[in-house]
Every structure is written in C-alpha cells, then in structure tokens.
C-alpha cells in the first residue's frame, strides 16, 4: 500500500517537469517566429487593419510604388479596383476620420477616385501622425 502514492508522486513529478522542459524548449529555446507571412491569411478585421496600416505608413513614407507592392501582396485580382472598393467601404461604414483620410490620399494618389472620397480629398486630417 505504500508503493502506491509514491507511484503517483513520482508520476506526478515526471508531468510536471516534462510540461515544464516542454515550456522551456517551445517558448525559450526554440520558439516558432514566422518569417514572411502571407496577409491574406489574416482574419478579416486584422485584414482590415492591414490595409489601414498600409495607407498610415504610406502617408509618413510617401514610397507610391512601396506602397502599391504592399498592397499587391494583399492577393487580390485587380488591386485598384479592390483598394477603390475597400476604402468606399471604409467611408460609408463610418470608420476611424483619421484612417479614412490614410485611406484617401493613398487611393488618390494611385488615380483612384469616387465621389465619396471628396470631402476626405478636400481636407487634412487633425492628426496626421494619428
């Protein structure tokens, strides 16, 4: 009768420092970094903030052809029609101010154009680096 808890203590102590070097390996010695993602991966909010990221560092950089392979990369057909596309969504869904005037200027300035976008064409936006 008495093998039986010293059994389970030592079972007990083997899943606990087995889980333990298994923590340690996955996350300190060996973790997984991804490298190159694909952003159409991406869940469609985070999708959505992808491309609003995209516009925001456009207008801090000013790279038109940077830009335009960020987007490329989004895997979309035609991207001009899907950037057009996307940023009237964005407009009429009510989104960030800030965000919609990134949007705006980006679509712009690759000759993208809709008569929703021209109050946001107009205008700066109060905070540009919002």
């Keep these: 009768m008495d093998r039986i808890p010293r059994i ?74 899907w950037y057009l596309q996307f940023t009237v969504d964005q407009i009429l869904a009510g989104a960030d101010e800030t965000n919609l005037f990134f949007l705006v200027k980006l679509a712009s300035d690759l000759g993208l154009y809709s008569p929703v976008m021209e109050p946001y064409l107009a205008a700066e936006p109060a905070n540009k680096n919002g």
């Design 8 to 81: 389970v203590g030592w079972l007990a102590l083997g899943l606990l420092l087995g889980a333990g070097l298994g923590l340690v390996i996955g996350w300190v010695v060996w973790p997984l970094e991804y490298v190159e993602a694909d952003p159409t991966i991406l869940e469609d909010s985070y999708f959505d903030d992808y491309v609003v990221m995209i516009a925001s560092a456009y207008s801090l950089e000013e790279d038109l052809s940077l830009a335009r392979e960020r987007l490329n990369g989004m895997g979309s057909g035609n991207v001009d029609s």
